[in-house]
């Protein structure tokens, strides 16, 4: 779980990774998937808690987490360049297509949430995927929507809103999506389910 080099031993530079291969593709769309129903669920979960944050309006974006997981657990799962835009691209497209109240807004949203986890992996030069990468991925991701969602939904909003609501956001998706990403990425390898990506390895 530390944060080293992918390949045998420890700081040894793995090799290049090859091209796209059918199942590196089809496990993306799977996620991609998985976790576009699951934001689904979770728009309505957002709508229906609102009244539990009354006492405290940014408070709410300690459940943002959620939305940031697929690009970083792609990225780390799959750790191929592209990965993580994939993988939240295709998450965003399926909450979209389910239906949701922000519409192809959404779709745009995905891509730049996966796009910020993958500069963090391509940083790295995909070779780092202990828990100091999958936090700061996660982290990178929340930097995307701490600032538009400011801009789009709460422009009129102070700053005594603005900036507690940002910060909570790149915390719930440092936690969430970082640290529940590197861990579950570790529960699925340990459970045999990677077996044909690198992430096998744990």
């Known amino acids: 779980m530390s944060d080293t080099a992918s390949g045998p031993g420890t700081g040894t530079p793995a090799p290049d990774r090859p091209r796209y291969r059918t199942v590196d593709i089809v496990v993306a769309a799977v996620l991609g998937v998985a976790c576009g129903v699951i934001f689904w669920f979770w728009g309505m979960l957002w709508a229906a808690t609102e009244p539990l944050f009354l006492f405290f309006p940014p408070a709410q974006a300690v459940l943002y987490g959620v939305w940031l997981l697929p690009g970083v657990l792609g990225g780390l799962i799959i750790r191929r360049p592209g990965a993580a835009v994939l993988t939240s691209t295709a998450?965003?497209?399926?909450?979209?297509?389910?239906?949701?109240?922000?519409?192809v807004a959404v779709v745009l949203a995905g891509f730049t949430q996966g796009l910020l986890p993958e500069l963090v992996?391509?940083?790295g030069r995909y070779r780092r995927w202990g828990m100091v990468?999958?936090?700061?991925?996660?982290?990178?991701?929340?930097?995307?929507?701490?600032?538009?969602?400011?801009?789009?939904?709460?422009?009129e909003l102070p700053l005594s809103f603005q900036v507690p609501y940002g910060v909570i956001v790149v915390l719930s998706a440092a936690l969430v999506a970082g640290v529940g990403g590197r861990l579950l990425t570790t529960a699925l390898?340990?459970?045999?389910?990677?077996?044909?990506?690198?992430?096998?390895?744990?």
């Open 133 to 155: 990468t999958a936090v700061l991925a996660g982290a990178a991701a929340g930097i995307s929507p701490a600032i538009w969602d400011n801009i789009r939904y709460y422009p």
């Open 189 to 202: 390898a340990k459970a045999g389910a990677l077996t044909p990506f690198p992430s096998a390895q744990g």
């Open 91 to 103: 998450a965003a497209v399926v909450s979209m297509l389910l239906g949701t109240q922000w519409g």
């Open 121 to 123: 992996f391509a940083a």
